[in-house]
């Protein structure tokens, strides 16, 4: 992750300041943005992700310089971008997948393209930054920091993950019907043993050294910002709902009850994910490196245009 451990200065005086006026900033957007939304303005109701998000953001980017004196956003601002740009790009697998399960569906979107697809990215360039940014936070207060477990010696896990991480891809799309929740689990099972192997980050790695509390922060992080997708999702204009095959009761404002296990998960499946790029990244010259990203600008532009075509259900 980009948050340095060891650091615990609070940082000189006029950034301290900033940072206060961060977090309070934050709350009096949230809550002029949600009564906005509710009074029906249609700046609020039909941009509403963004006022969610985005000051949570720099919220959670606050409270971490003010517990330890550095800034994801202001101190390590190349490999932020990065990330919210990588995040892009994570999202949008799990889109492609969707463009044949269907399970979820956009309705009320901008109709002019030129706003619409920047939307899309700015959108999509949260997912990782907020997760891993509500899991630091969590790390920092001490949550789980008593959690160890006893070190466990596990030969040639690798093949086994691979094996389920291969099939969890393949059932949803050969029996999308009943199969469609193991994308949400796919890509820990196919990515990790590559972390491992090639001497990255690895989850499972560290689960069997006995460490728990960056999983079981994530884990968490990955519950409360899924209530916090939900919470602001339903008011808006422009939104998603969910339009799955099975399991569609019992629903907490747009997500089916059940639907909420799978946030934690995906939790740690953006971590596996990213630990991934990073070694890809890492491994690349520089000139490979630029071609990646004219790769990565090339499948934003074709998956939002399927996205447009075929998960939209309507636009404003």
């Known amino acids: 992750m980009l948050w340095t451990e060891n650091r615990r200065n609070s940082g000189p005086p006029f950034r301290q300041y900033l940072a206060k006026i961060q977090l309070c900033l934050a709350p009096v957007i949230w809550v002029a943005a949600f009564i906005g939304a509710l009074w029906g303005l249609p700046l609020f109701k039909n941009y509403l992700y ?3 998000w985005w000051p949570l953001i720099f919220f959670l980017d606050s409270m971490l310089f003010l517990a330890a004196g550095e800034s994801w956003l202001f101190d390590k601002t190349r490999d932020f971008v990065r990330l919210a740009a990588w995040s892009v790009t994570v999202w949008l697998i799990f889109e492609c997948f969707n463009l044949y399960l269907l399970n979820w569906r956009y309705i009320g979107i901008e109709p002019r393209m030129w706003v619409r697809w920047p939307g899309y990215a700015l959108a999509f360039a949260t997912v990782l930054p907020v997760i891993f940014l509500t899991a630091q936070a969590l790390k920092s207060k001490g949550f789980f920091r008593h959690y160890i477990g006893r070190p466990l010696e596990l030969n040639a896990w690798q093949p086994v993950f691979l094996i389920v991480g291969s099939a969890s891809l393949v059932l949803p799309v050969v029996f999308s019907h009943y199969a469609f929740p193991l994308i949400w689990l796919s890509f820990i099972f196919l990515l990790d043993p590559f972390n491992d192997l090639l001497s990255g980050d690895s989850l499972t790695r560290r689960w069997l050294r006995g460490e728990r509390q960056e999983h079981l922060c994530l884990l968490a992080a ?10 602001w999702n339903y ?11 099975l399991l569609n009761f019992g629903k907490v404002f747009e997500m089916p009850v059940l639907g909420y296990l799978g946030f934690p998960v995906f939790a740690l499946e ?5 630990n991934f790029l990073l070694i890809l990244d890492n491994s690349m010259s520089s000139r490979a490196r630029r071609l990646a990203w004219l790769g990565q600008a090339a499948f934003w532009a074709a998956i939002f245009w399927a996205i447009d075509a075929r998960t939209v259900l309507w636009f404003r």
């Open 50 to 52: 963004f006022f969610a």
């Open 222 to 231: 990955g519950l409360l910002c899924g209530l916090w997708w939900e919470l």
């Open 235 to 245: 008011p808006a204009a422009a939104k998603w709902i969910y339009t799955l095959p």
């Open 270 to 274: 953006c971590a596996v994910m990213y």
